[in-house]
């Protein structure tokens, strides 16, 4: 990158601060413009090419990603995450972050964030994560319903009242207070909506990953429904992206990651920073995987009988699974139960506690 044009870009939904890097280095001007296609490209073109602009992962992100490789630009989306000289710096403002950006980039400090080639895929990934948003909203709109309640003396689960004959049920348990009852009415009524939501959602979603040939083969996994794989499918999006599977583990947040300084000990720990999402999706296949008759199940057993944990031997288990995933997606094969812990999908190291 050294004879190219580094510009970074601290976007705002009103403004973007740009700072211009030389090949050389200097910080040849600062400028700031309108969060529009049109008055970024503007800006953009003054500068002399060949020209790299860098922005930070974030809302506005992928539409200007997409918005200026249209018109020919050049953009990297880096993760904010790594870039702890703008966050740490003593002196902080957009114009300066805008420069420090631009200075990461043209040093190779920053990491840069996969999107998806197909706005069709980034549909599908928003639909999928909105559907995981949903469901955390209904559940929660039922924990703040049974919180009321327990209050008032009464204990329920959800099932007690996810139909609504059974909140009527549920209502004679309840004191006979008319702010009392309105106040219940009213969470009832948000739960009701919620559920209702996140059933239209989950329609839809399953109508999509039906017809996708990758998705349908991913369902053939013990532990894996149409859910999962969906949501396997859009997270990762490409197989290729990961070199290796430990990769893959520690994007899911099933990876380890080591830490360690001078003769210190060396600390083994769960890779943090991770897509929650996927954690929860693999880790929910893995306990599937091991209640159903299969390979995943063989394979806890006999890491339970080699004297690892339960919680070790099912996140070895959620590796196993992303591994014959990972695969099949790569190769293109079905699904064949006789791979899982062969050289085609071969074990996890056991790992410590």
């Given at each position: 990158m050294q004879r190219v044009y580094t510009i970074g870009a601290d976007t705002h939904c009103a403004f973007?601060?740009?700072?211009?890097?030389?090949?050389?280095?200097?910080?040849?001007?600062?400028?700031?413009?309108?969060?529009?296609?049109?008055?970024?490209?503007?800006?953009?073109?003054?500068?002399?090419?060949?020209?790299v602009t860098v922005i930070e992962e974030g809302p506005l992100a992928d539409w200007l990603l997409r918005g200026l490789a249209e018109q020919g630009e050049t953009i990297i989306v880096c993760d904010p995450r790594r870039n702890h000289l703008i966050a740490k710096d003593s002196d902080k403002d957009d114009a300066i972050d805008a420069e420090k950006l631009a200075k990461l980039a043209r040093s190779g400090f920053i990491k840069e964030i996969h999107h998806a080639d197909s706005f069709d895929r980034v549909a599908f990934k928003r639909r999928v994560a909105?559907?995981?948003?949903?469901?955390?909203?209904?559940?929660r709109e039922a924990n703040r319903l049974m919180a009321q309640c327990r209050q008032l003396g009464v204990f329920l689960h959800e099932r007690n009242f996810a139909e609504e004959e059974r909140w009527r049920e549920c209502q004679e348990r309840l004191p006979n207070h008319k702010v009392v009852r309105a106040d219940l009415k009213l969470l009832w009524q948000g739960y009701d909506h919620a559920v209702t939501q996140v059933a239209k959602l989950r329609r839809g979603l399953l109508a999509l990953a039906r017809k996708n040939k990758v998705i349908r083969r991913f369902t053939e996994v013990p532990g894996v429904g149409w859910i999962r794989a969906a949501t396997f499918f859009a997270y990762v999006d490409t197989p290729f992206r990961f070199k290796r599977k430990q990769a893959l583990w520690r994007y899911m947040g099933i990876g380890l990651e080591r830490?360690?300084?001078?003769?210190?000990?060396?600390?083994?720990?769960?890779?943090?920073?991770?897509?929650?999402?996927?954690?929860?999706?693999?880790?929910?296949?893995?306990?599937?995987?091991?209640?159903?008759?299969?390979?995943?199940?063989?394979?806890?057993?006999?890491?339970?009988?080699a004297g690892i944990s339960s919680r070790n031997a099912r996140r070895n288990v959620a590796r196993s699974l992303a591994t014959?995933?990972?695969?099949?997606?790569?190769?293109?094969?079905?699904?064949?139960?006789?791979?899982?812990?062969?050289?085609?999908?071969?074990?996890?190291?056991?790992?410590?506690?």
């Open positions: 973007t601060e740009l700072a211009m890097l030389s090949p050389g280095g200097k910080l040849m001007r600062r400028e700031r413009c309108s969060t529009t296609i049109r008055d970024l490209y503007g800006v953009l073109a003054t500068v002399r090419k060949p020209r909105l559907y995981h948003a949903q469901v955390g909203h209904r559940v830490r360690g300084s001078g003769e210190g000990p060396m600390l083994v720990r769960v890779s943090r920073d991770a897509n929650r999402v996927l954690k929860n999706v693999i880790l929910g296949a893995a306990l599937s995987a091991i209640a159903s008759r299969s390979p995943f199940a063989d394979q806890y057993g006999r890491w339970l009988k014959v995933m990972w695969g099949m997606w790569k190769s293109g094969d079905d699904y064949r139960p006789e791979w899982v812990g062969t050289a085609v999908g071969r074990e996890p190291a056991v790992l410590p506690d």
